[in-house]
Protein backbone atom coordinates (compact mmCIF):
# COMPACT_ATOMS: atom_id res chain seq x y z
CA UNK A 1 0.00 0.00 0.00
CA UNK A 2 0.97 3.50 -0.89
CA UNK A 3 2.75 5.90 2.13
CA UNK A 4 -0.28 7.73 3.63
CA UNK A 5 -3.11 5.70 1.83
CA UNK A 6 -5.48 4.80 4.17
CA UNK A 7 -8.42 2.90 1.77
CA UNK A 8 -8.83 0.06 -0.28
CA UNK A 9 -11.42 -1.16 -3.19
CA UNK A 10 -12.80 -4.37 -2.92
CA UNK A 11 -10.66 -5.75 -5.03
CA UNK A 12 -7.63 -4.74 -3.14
CA UNK A 13 -8.67 -6.24 -0.40
CA UNK A 14 -9.82 -9.48 -2.06
CA UNK A 15 -6.13 -10.03 -3.86
CA UNK A 16 -4.77 -8.95 0.04
CA UNK A 17 -6.84 -11.76 1.43
CA UNK A 18 -5.64 -14.42 -1.22
CA UNK A 19 -2.52 -13.40 -0.87
CA UNK A 20 -2.32 -13.64 3.19
CA UNK A 21 -4.10 -17.22 2.87
CA UNK A 22 -1.84 -18.87 -0.01
CA UNK A 23 -4.24 -19.06 -2.69
CA UNK A 24 -3.49 -16.00 -4.96
CA UNK A 25 -1.15 -17.69 -7.10
CA UNK A 26 -0.02 -21.45 -8.25
CA UNK A 27 0.71 -23.92 -6.35
CA UNK A 28 4.47 -25.07 -5.59
CA UNK A 29 6.07 -27.00 -8.22
CA UNK A 30 7.37 -30.46 -7.20
CA UNK A 31 6.46 -32.91 -4.03
CA UNK A 32 5.41 -30.84 -1.46
CA UNK A 33 7.04 -32.07 2.00
CA UNK A 34 7.01 -31.71 5.90
CA UNK A 35 8.81 -28.14 5.39
CA UNK A 36 5.73 -26.47 3.26
CA UNK A 37 3.37 -28.08 5.49
CA UNK A 38 4.64 -26.59 8.31
CA UNK A 39 4.89 -23.04 6.62
CA UNK A 40 1.36 -23.04 4.99
CA UNK A 41 -0.24 -23.58 8.56
CA UNK A 42 2.44 -20.75 10.08
CA UNK A 43 0.79 -18.34 7.52
CA UNK A 44 -2.95 -19.68 8.29
CA UNK A 45 -1.81 -19.77 11.99
CA UNK A 46 -4.81 -22.51 12.82
CA UNK A 47 -6.53 -25.49 11.11
CA UNK A 48 -9.67 -26.38 12.10
CA UNK A 49 -10.82 -29.86 12.61
CA UNK A 50 -13.68 -31.91 11.93
CA UNK A 51 -14.47 -35.81 12.21
CA UNK A 52 -17.10 -35.68 8.60
CA UNK A 53 -15.57 -37.85 6.50
CA UNK A 54 -17.82 -37.33 3.51
CA UNK A 55 -15.05 -36.06 1.06
CA UNK A 56 -11.81 -36.05 3.40
CA UNK A 57 -11.47 -35.06 7.00
CA UNK A 58 -11.59 -31.12 6.74
CA UNK A 59 -7.80 -30.84 8.19
CA UNK A 60 -6.56 -32.49 4.94
CA UNK A 61 -8.36 -30.30 2.53
CA UNK A 62 -6.71 -26.91 3.78
CA UNK A 63 -3.50 -28.15 2.54
CA UNK A 64 -4.40 -29.73 -0.53
CA UNK A 65 -5.95 -26.45 -1.59
CA UNK A 66 -2.81 -24.54 -0.81
CA UNK A 67 0.08 -26.96 -1.75
CA UNK A 68 -1.93 -29.88 -4.53
CA UNK A 69 -1.53 -33.41 -3.76
CA UNK A 70 0.63 -33.94 -1.43
CA UNK A 71 0.71 -37.20 1.07
CA UNK A 72 -2.02 -37.15 3.26
CA UNK A 73 0.37 -39.52 5.83
CA UNK A 74 2.71 -36.70 6.02
CA UNK A 75 0.01 -34.75 8.15
CA UNK A 76 -0.61 -37.56 10.48
CA UNK A 77 3.11 -37.92 11.13
CA UNK A 78 3.21 -34.10 11.09
CA UNK A 79 0.30 -33.12 14.03
CA UNK A 80 0.26 -37.25 16.19
CA UNK A 81 4.24 -38.50 15.47
CA UNK A 82 7.14 -37.68 16.64
CA UNK A 83 8.91 -35.34 17.48
CA UNK A 84 5.78 -33.54 18.07
CA UNK A 85 5.37 -30.30 15.68
CA UNK A 86 1.96 -29.46 16.12
CA UNK A 87 -0.61 -29.29 19.10
CA UNK A 88 -4.58 -29.59 19.12
CA UNK A 89 -6.49 -27.07 21.31
CA UNK A 90 -9.92 -24.90 20.86
CA UNK A 91 -8.04 -22.37 19.16
CA UNK A 92 -11.31 -21.67 16.40
CA UNK A 93 -13.05 -24.72 17.31
CA UNK A 94 -11.26 -27.67 17.18
CA UNK A 95 -7.87 -27.29 15.55
CA UNK A 96 -4.29 -27.82 14.95
CA UNK A 97 -1.85 -25.26 15.32
CA UNK A 98 2.15 -25.01 15.86
CA UNK A 99 3.04 -26.66 18.86
CA UNK A 100 5.27 -23.76 20.35
CA UNK A 101 2.12 -21.72 20.18
CA UNK A 102 0.14 -23.63 22.23
CA UNK A 103 1.53 -21.26 25.41
CA UNK A 104 -0.15 -18.86 23.92
CA UNK A 105 -3.67 -20.29 24.96
CA UNK A 106 -2.65 -20.94 28.37
CA UNK A 107 -5.02 -17.96 29.09
CA UNK A 108 -7.88 -20.10 27.66
CA UNK A 109 -7.28 -23.40 29.89
CA UNK A 110 -7.09 -21.07 33.13
CA UNK A 111 -10.69 -19.84 31.57
CA UNK A 112 -11.46 -23.25 31.42
CA UNK A 113 -10.53 -24.05 35.17
CA UNK A 114 -12.24 -20.79 36.19
CA UNK A 115 -15.61 -20.82 34.29
CA UNK A 116 -14.97 -17.48 32.50
CA UNK A 117 -17.26 -17.09 29.46
CA UNK A 118 -18.15 -20.29 27.50
CA UNK A 119 -16.18 -22.43 30.56
CA UNK A 120 -19.01 -22.49 32.73
CA UNK A 121 -20.23 -25.82 32.03
CA UNK A 122 -16.28 -27.17 32.24
CA UNK A 123 -16.06 -26.07 35.61
CA UNK A 124 -18.48 -26.98 37.08
CA UNK A 125 -17.96 -30.60 35.62
CA UNK A 126 -14.44 -30.33 37.33
CA UNK A 127 -15.59 -29.13 40.05
CA UNK A 128 -18.65 -30.79 41.17
CA UNK A 129 -16.84 -34.75 39.91
CA UNK A 130 -14.22 -33.51 41.13
CA UNK A 131 -13.54 -37.57 42.30
CA UNK A 132 -14.18 -38.89 38.84
CA UNK A 133 -11.87 -36.34 37.25
CA UNK A 134 -9.08 -37.09 39.53
CA UNK A 135 -9.66 -40.93 38.57
CA UNK A 136 -9.46 -40.10 35.30
CA UNK A 137 -6.43 -37.81 35.53
CA UNK A 138 -4.76 -40.83 37.91
CA UNK A 139 -5.49 -43.56 35.10
CA UNK A 140 -3.53 -41.33 32.19
CA UNK A 141 -0.48 -41.13 34.66
CA UNK A 142 -0.34 -44.80 35.49
CA UNK A 143 -1.06 -45.68 32.18
CA UNK A 144 0.08 -43.72 29.56
CA UNK A 145 -1.86 -42.22 27.11
CA UNK A 146 -5.65 -43.78 26.81
CA UNK A 147 -8.81 -42.70 24.27
CA UNK A 148 -12.21 -42.32 26.36
CA UNK A 149 -13.19 -46.05 25.29
CA UNK A 150 -10.24 -47.32 27.13
CA UNK A 151 -11.39 -45.76 30.26
CA UNK A 152 -13.95 -47.50 32.66
CA UNK A 153 -15.35 -44.55 34.62
CA UNK A 154 -18.58 -43.23 35.60
CA UNK A 155 -21.97 -43.84 33.78
CA UNK A 156 -21.55 -45.24 29.70
CA UNK A 157 -23.29 -42.99 26.40
CA UNK A 158 -25.86 -40.91 27.38
CA UNK A 159 -28.39 -37.85 26.46
CA UNK A 160 -26.69 -34.68 26.84
CA UNK A 161 -23.40 -33.44 25.56
CA UNK A 162 -23.39 -35.33 22.15
CA UNK A 163 -24.21 -38.49 23.68
CA UNK A 164 -20.73 -38.47 25.95
CA UNK A 165 -19.75 -41.08 28.60
CA UNK A 166 -18.53 -39.60 32.07
CA UNK A 167 -15.08 -40.63 31.21
CA UNK A 168 -15.40 -38.65 28.25
CA UNK A 169 -16.60 -35.61 29.51
CA UNK A 170 -14.01 -35.65 32.28
CA UNK A 171 -10.63 -36.32 29.20
CA UNK A 172 -11.73 -33.49 27.38
CA UNK A 173 -12.77 -30.90 30.35
CA UNK A 174 -9.14 -31.90 30.97
CA UNK A 175 -8.21 -31.30 27.43
CA UNK A 176 -9.91 -27.76 28.08
CA UNK A 177 -8.11 -27.30 30.96
CA UNK A 178 -5.07 -27.80 29.37
CA UNK A 179 -4.08 -30.65 31.75
CA UNK A 180 -4.40 -33.46 29.09
CA UNK A 181 -3.53 -32.90 25.65
CA UNK A 182 -3.95 -34.91 22.07
CA UNK A 183 -1.12 -38.01 22.37
CA UNK A 184 -2.23 -39.13 19.54
CA UNK A 185 -5.16 -39.98 16.72
CA UNK A 186 -6.42 -43.69 15.84
CA UNK A 187 -7.48 -44.32 12.25
CA UNK A 188 -11.19 -43.95 13.33
CA UNK A 189 -9.66 -40.54 14.39
CA UNK A 190 -10.32 -41.40 17.87
CA UNK A 191 -8.83 -38.68 20.37
CA UNK A 192 -5.74 -40.42 22.36
CA UNK A 193 -5.56 -38.25 25.51
CA UNK A 194 -1.94 -37.90 27.40
CA UNK A 195 -0.22 -35.74 29.99
CA UNK A 196 1.11 -32.71 28.26
CA UNK A 197 4.61 -33.58 29.83
CA UNK A 198 4.67 -36.80 27.97
CA UNK A 199 3.07 -35.28 24.60
CA UNK A 200 4.34 -31.78 24.02
CA UNK A 201 8.52 -30.73 23.29
CA UNK A 202 9.74 -29.89 25.88
CA UNK A 203 10.77 -26.14 24.59
CA UNK A 204 7.17 -25.72 24.56
CA UNK A 205 6.38 -27.02 28.10
CA UNK A 206 9.28 -25.10 29.23
CA UNK A 207 8.22 -22.20 27.38
CA UNK A 208 7.33 -18.88 29.74
CA UNK A 209 3.39 -18.46 30.15
CA UNK A 210 3.34 -15.25 28.95
CA UNK A 211 0.80 -12.94 30.29
CA UNK A 212 -2.99 -12.67 29.12
CA UNK A 213 -3.22 -9.15 27.77
CA UNK A 214 0.34 -9.84 25.83
CA UNK A 215 -0.92 -13.62 24.54
CA UNK A 216 -3.98 -12.18 23.14
CA UNK A 217 -2.39 -9.50 21.24
CA UNK A 218 0.06 -11.66 19.86
CA UNK A 219 -3.03 -13.79 18.51
CA UNK A 220 -4.81 -11.22 17.16
CA UNK A 221 -1.30 -10.25 15.13
CA UNK A 222 -1.41 -13.16 13.75
CA UNK A 223 -4.90 -13.77 12.51
CA UNK A 224 -4.37 -10.01 10.99
CA UNK A 225 -1.15 -11.77 9.51
CA UNK A 226 -3.41 -14.81 7.89
CA UNK A 227 -6.40 -12.64 6.82
CA UNK A 228 -3.95 -9.74 5.05
CA UNK A 229 -7.17 -6.92 5.80
CA UNK A 230 -9.85 -7.96 8.46
CA UNK A 231 -12.85 -6.50 9.76
CA UNK A 232 -13.03 -5.83 13.88
CA UNK A 233 -15.40 -8.91 13.91
CA UNK A 234 -13.02 -10.70 11.68
CA UNK A 235 -9.84 -10.41 13.87
CA UNK A 236 -12.13 -11.51 16.79
CA UNK A 237 -13.65 -14.57 15.12
CA UNK A 238 -10.50 -15.99 13.99
CA UNK A 239 -9.03 -17.09 17.46
CA UNK A 240 -12.16 -16.53 19.23
CA UNK A 241 -11.31 -13.92 21.08
CA UNK A 242 -13.18 -12.94 24.29
CA UNK A 243 -15.45 -9.42 24.02
CA UNK A 244 -13.88 -8.31 27.36
CA UNK A 245 -10.47 -6.43 26.33
CA UNK A 246 -10.85 -6.86 22.52
CA UNK A 247 -11.25 -3.35 22.19
CA UNK A 248 -8.26 -2.36 24.43
CA UNK A 249 -5.69 -5.06 22.65
CA UNK A 250 -6.99 -4.04 19.51
CA UNK A 251 -6.10 -0.46 20.40
CA UNK A 252 -2.81 -1.39 21.73
CA UNK A 253 -1.72 -2.97 18.48
CA UNK A 254 -2.57 0.60 16.26
CA UNK A 255 -0.85 2.04 18.49
CA UNK A 256 1.81 -0.10 18.48
CA UNK A 257 1.78 0.12 14.44
CA UNK A 258 1.18 -3.96 14.33
CA UNK A 259 -2.19 -2.99 12.70
CA UNK A 260 -2.88 -0.47 9.90
CA UNK A 261 -6.47 0.75 10.19
CA UNK A 262 -7.91 1.44 6.59
CA UNK A 263 -11.42 1.67 5.31
CA UNK A 264 -12.45 -0.84 2.51
CA UNK A 265 -14.86 0.20 -0.02
CA UNK A 266 -18.46 -1.52 0.79
CA UNK A 267 -17.16 -2.81 4.42
CA UNK A 268 -19.57 -1.46 7.06
CA UNK A 269 -16.93 -0.28 10.22
CA UNK A 270 -13.30 0.06 10.29
CA UNK A 271 -11.06 -2.25 8.79
CA UNK A 272 -7.09 -3.56 9.79
CA UNK A 273 -4.46 -4.17 7.65
CA UNK A 274 -1.04 -6.06 8.15
CA UNK A 275 2.14 -3.89 7.62
CA UNK A 276 3.80 -6.58 6.17
CA UNK A 277 0.63 -8.10 4.00
CA UNK A 278 1.63 -8.42 0.25
CA UNK A 279 -0.74 -6.31 -2.30
CA UNK A 280 -0.53 -8.39 -5.85
CA UNK A 281 -1.93 -6.65 -8.67
CA UNK A 282 -4.01 -9.76 -9.48
CA UNK A 283 -4.99 -13.28 -8.22
CA UNK A 284 -4.48 -16.24 -10.33
CA UNK A 285 -4.81 -19.21 -7.97
CA UNK A 286 -7.62 -21.94 -8.36
CA UNK A 287 -8.69 -24.13 -5.21
CA UNK A 288 -11.45 -26.64 -4.26
CA UNK A 289 -12.28 -25.17 -0.50
CA UNK A 290 -13.47 -27.39 2.46
CA UNK A 291 -16.22 -26.11 4.26
CA UNK A 292 -14.44 -25.34 7.26
CA UNK A 293 -11.07 -23.57 5.35
CA UNK A 294 -10.31 -20.42 6.83
CA UNK A 295 -10.93 -18.52 3.84
CA UNK A 296 -14.48 -18.76 4.21
CA UNK A 297 -15.18 -20.07 7.81
CA UNK A 298 -16.74 -16.72 8.80
CA UNK A 299 -19.76 -16.96 6.67
CA UNK A 300 -19.94 -12.46 6.65
CA UNK A 301 -16.08 -12.43 5.76
CA UNK A 302 -17.06 -14.76 2.78
CA UNK A 303 -20.02 -12.62 1.30
CA UNK A 304 -17.78 -9.27 2.13
CA UNK A 305 -14.79 -10.87 -0.14
CA UNK A 306 -16.93 -12.56 -3.06
CA UNK A 307 -20.42 -11.72 -2.64
CA UNK A 308 -21.32 -15.43 -1.66
CA UNK A 309 -23.84 -16.72 0.55
CA UNK A 310 -22.62 -19.96 1.65
CA UNK A 311 -23.84 -22.42 4.02
CA UNK A 312 -22.90 -26.02 5.05
CA UNK A 313 -25.61 -28.18 4.09
CA UNK A 314 -25.04 -30.62 6.70
CA UNK A 315 -26.68 -28.80 9.33
CA UNK A 316 -29.50 -27.86 7.62
CA UNK A 317 -32.73 -30.59 6.65
CA UNK A 318 -32.47 -32.21 3.13
CA UNK A 319 -35.63 -30.30 1.94
CA UNK A 320 -33.98 -27.69 2.77
CA UNK A 321 -30.57 -27.68 1.12
CA UNK A 322 -29.94 -25.63 -2.00
CA UNK A 323 -26.56 -26.84 -3.32
CA UNK A 324 -26.16 -30.10 -1.50
CA UNK A 325 -24.72 -31.99 1.49
CA UNK A 326 -20.96 -31.32 1.18
CA UNK A 327 -21.06 -28.41 -0.94
CA UNK A 328 -17.00 -27.14 -1.50
CA UNK A 329 -16.89 -23.56 -3.33
CA UNK A 330 -14.48 -23.31 -6.58
CA UNK A 331 -11.94 -20.74 -6.49
CA UNK A 332 -10.98 -19.38 -10.06
CA UNK A 333 -8.28 -16.35 -9.66
CA UNK A 334 -10.05 -13.67 -7.71
CA UNK A 335 -13.80 -15.01 -7.24
CA UNK A 336 -16.10 -18.47 -6.41
CA UNK A 337 -17.06 -19.35 -9.55
CA UNK A 338 -18.96 -22.84 -8.79
CA UNK A 339 -20.15 -25.13 -5.65
CA UNK A 340 -19.98 -28.62 -6.24
CA UNK A 341 -21.41 -31.04 -3.48
CA UNK A 342 -18.84 -33.61 -3.46
CA UNK A 343 -18.58 -37.23 -2.28
CA UNK A 344 -15.86 -40.06 -1.84
CA UNK A 345 -17.55 -42.74 -2.90
CA UNK A 346 -14.73 -45.00 -1.49
CA UNK A 347 -16.65 -48.51 -2.27
CA UNK A 348 -16.94 -47.81 -6.33
CA UNK A 349 -13.57 -45.75 -6.60
CA UNK A 350 -14.45 -42.72 -7.61
CA UNK A 351 -15.19 -39.00 -6.74
CA UNK A 352 -18.75 -38.43 -7.02
CA UNK A 353 -19.85 -35.03 -7.90
CA UNK A 354 -23.70 -35.19 -6.84
CA UNK A 355 -24.29 -31.63 -7.72
CA UNK A 356 -22.63 -28.87 -9.94
CA UNK A 357 -23.51 -25.20 -9.82
CA UNK A 358 -22.18 -22.16 -11.66
CA UNK A 359 -21.83 -18.84 -9.34
CA UNK A 360 -22.27 -15.34 -11.51
CA UNK A 361 -18.77 -15.14 -11.91
CA UNK A 362 -18.83 -18.06 -13.58
CA UNK A 363 -16.62 -17.94 -17.22
CA UNK A 364 -15.93 -20.40 -20.35
CA UNK A 365 -13.19 -21.63 -18.70
CA UNK A 366 -14.46 -22.77 -15.32
CA UNK A 367 -15.62 -26.36 -16.07
CA UNK A 368 -12.34 -27.07 -17.86
CA UNK A 369 -10.21 -25.42 -14.60
CA UNK A 370 -12.82 -27.19 -11.77
CA UNK A 371 -12.33 -30.41 -13.86
CA UNK A 372 -8.76 -30.52 -13.54
CA UNK A 373 -9.19 -30.00 -9.98
CA UNK A 374 -11.42 -32.69 -9.45
CA UNK A 375 -9.16 -34.87 -11.13
CA UNK A 376 -6.24 -33.66 -8.60
CA UNK A 377 -8.71 -34.66 -6.10
CA UNK A 378 -9.33 -37.82 -6.82
CA UNK A 379 -6.20 -38.98 -7.75
CA UNK A 380 -4.90 -37.66 -4.37
CA UNK A 381 -7.65 -39.64 -2.67
CA UNK A 382 -6.98 -42.50 -3.81
CA UNK A 383 -9.94 -42.52 -6.05
CA UNK A 384 -10.19 -43.70 -9.76
CA UNK A 385 -12.43 -41.54 -11.49
CA UNK A 386 -14.68 -38.32 -11.26
CA UNK A 387 -18.46 -39.44 -11.69
CA UNK A 388 -21.05 -36.01 -12.50
CA UNK A 389 -24.71 -36.49 -11.47
CA UNK A 390 -26.80 -34.52 -13.79
CA UNK A 391 -28.28 -32.08 -10.83
CA UNK A 392 -26.90 -28.42 -10.79
CA UNK A 393 -26.32 -25.85 -14.06
CA UNK A 394 -22.80 -26.55 -14.40
CA UNK A 395 -23.09 -30.46 -14.79
CA UNK A 396 -23.58 -31.10 -18.17
CA UNK A 397 -20.81 -28.55 -19.05
CA UNK A 398 -18.67 -30.35 -16.34
CA UNK A 399 -19.82 -33.64 -17.30
CA UNK A 400 -18.50 -33.12 -20.82
CA UNK A 401 -14.73 -31.70 -19.77
CA UNK A 402 -14.50 -34.83 -17.38
Known amino acids: MARGKDSLSAGEARR ?7 LAGP ?4 APGRAQLLKTLDRLGVVQIDSVNV ?8 FFSRLGAYPRELLDQTAWGRPKRLAEYWCHEAALLPAARHPLFRWRMEDARAGIGTWRGVARFLRERRDLVDRAL ?45 ATRRATFERVYGLPEM ?45 EGFKARLAELVEAGTLLPVTVKGWRGPAYLDPAARHPRRAGGQALLSPFDNLIWFRDR ?15 PAHKREHGYYVLPFLEGEAVTARVDLKADRKAGVLLVQAAHAEPGATPETPARLATELRLMAGWLGLSDVVVQPRGGLAEALAAEL
Open 16 to 22: IALAAQG
Open 27 to 30: RPQG
Open 55 to 62: VSRTHYLP
Open 138 to 182: EEVRARGPISAAELELGEKRQGGWWGWSDAKRALECLFWAGELTT
Open 199 to 243: VLPRSVLDAPTPPREEAQRQLIALAARAMGVAGELDLKVYFRMPV
Open 302 to 316: TERLFGLRYRIGIYT
